[in-house]
């Protein structure tokens, strides 16, 4: 029930195309929903994060849409551009809770062609 | 301001060894989590600090592993009896507060951990 599954394992646009990322969860506890991108070699970093109070959430060329019934979230990256090429992790905790470890799904790697 | 910084940012250890990764969070930052990434996976969760306490060490495999937070500013992982399996990347995380919507985790760049 803590787990985080994230689909696809990996995924191959064109520049300019709209690559999605899915993620699905089991446990309704989880209340809040950060995406991390990763470059080989780096740390993750923060791309964008959500609560289940709202049903979508753009920031830039990332959105994030959430449907909580399902208990789906999904990453949308617009104009994709061969710079956005690198491994992406949805993750959730629970903060409210006092759960503040964020659990994670087993990464996307996106490659955008030139 | 910079960052979370992580050291050594490769280390390479004997099986049996001790090893100990150090991480500097982002100043002012309260929490600060750490994490294992073994390669083609996500990170899993190791252990997190509210302050100088572990406030949740369950995600600690076994008790070869430790880690400690003396000040409530830096920490050290420590691994005693470096195993083959124990070669990952160490991630260490901060975030200014633990509670409600202020749980988001800055992460460091790690510490790549190979046990030949």
């Known amino acids: 029930q803590q787990q985080v599954k994230q689909s696809p394992q990996s995924l191959i646009v064109q520049k300019g195309g709209i690559p999605i990322i899915n993620c699905a969860y089991e446990?309704?506890?989880?209340?809040?929903f950060p995406w991390y991108q990763q470059f080989p070699g780096k740390g993750p970093a923060l791309l964008i994060a959500?609560?289940?109070?709202?049903s979508e959430k753009k920031e830039g060329r990332f959105t994030i849409s959430f449907n909580k019934s399902a208990k789906q979230f999904s990453l949308h990256i617009m104009d994709s551009q061969p710079g956005d090429s690198a491994t992406y992790f949805c993750?959730?905790?629970?903060?409210?809770?006092?759960?503040?470890?964020?659990?994670f799904g087993t990464g996307t790697r996106l490659k955008v062609l030139a | 301001g910079a960052g979370v910084s992580q050291t050594p940012s490769n280390k390479v250890t004997e099986k049996g060894k001790y090893v100990e990764l150090r991480c500097d969070p982002i100043?002012?930052?309260?929490?600060l989590y750490w994490y294992r990434q073994s390669l083609g996976q996500g990170p899993e969760f190791l252990i997190y600090?509210?302050?100088?306490?572990?406030?949740?060490d369950s995600g600690l495999p076994n008790d070869r592993f430790f880690a400690v937070r003396p000040e409530g500013s830096v920490s050290t992982l420590k691994i005693q009896r470096t195993e083959r399996g124990d070669s990952a990347m160490y991630l260490c995380?901060?975030?200014?507060?633990?509670?409600?919507?202020?749980?988001?985790?800055?992460f460091g760049p790690g510490t790549r951990l190979t046990v030949l």
């Open positions: 100043s002012g930052h309260t929490a």
């Open positions: 995380a901060s975030s200014l507060f633990a509670s409600g919507s202020y749980n988001e985790q800055f």
């Open positions: 959500i609560r289940p109070d709202v």
């Open positions: 446990n309704t506890a989880f209340d809040y």
């Open positions: 993750a959730a905790s629970n903060p409210d809770s006092g759960t503040y470890k964020y659990i």
């Open positions: 600090f509210q302050g100088t306490g572990a406030a949740d």
